[in-house]
């Protein structure tokens, strides 16, 4: 476990304790992420370290989100003034859409501007734009994704 945090090198022949040069991550699945103009690849491959497996089922699980129906339950919240719910399915997009774990920039800022929202004082205007604009990130995350991985 602890050779996944150092870094990789060319093992020198005969020395067992080397650390082989071997990618955790197959070339395909590099442009597999670049192909998700709404991810940041780089920064989903260093959140998941490199592990191109764990990356996809993260990417999946945003996907599925936007299919249950989650960014219904967003916007409906807002269009009700129903900050308490509204902040419970923003944090559950946030938690479990792991948005910010894929590297998903734009989607996390939405998340963001929408928690803001939710203070005191900020109109009812405001809170329904801001939760229009995240389920419309999510939904073209989601859709990217199902374009790419074929979820």
Known sequence: MLLRWLPLCSAVEGDPGAV???SPLPA???ARLDAIPEIDAERCLELTGG??????????????LA???????VVGAAARQDRT??????????VKGSVG???AVDCVCHVLTAEAALRPGVPDATL?????ALVTSLETLAASVRRVLGA
């Open 101 to 103: 774990q894929v590297g």
């Open 28 to 30: 395909d699945w590099r």
């Open 67 to 73: 299919l249950k129906g989650d960014e219904v339950a």
């Open 20 to 22: 082989q040069d071997e």
């Open 51 to 64: 592990d191109g497996a764990q990356a996809e089922s993260l990417l999946r699980r945003v996907a599925a």
């Open 85 to 94: 719910r509204l902040g419970h399915e923003v944090h559950k997009i946030k």
């Open 128 to 132: 329904l734009e801001r939760a229009e």
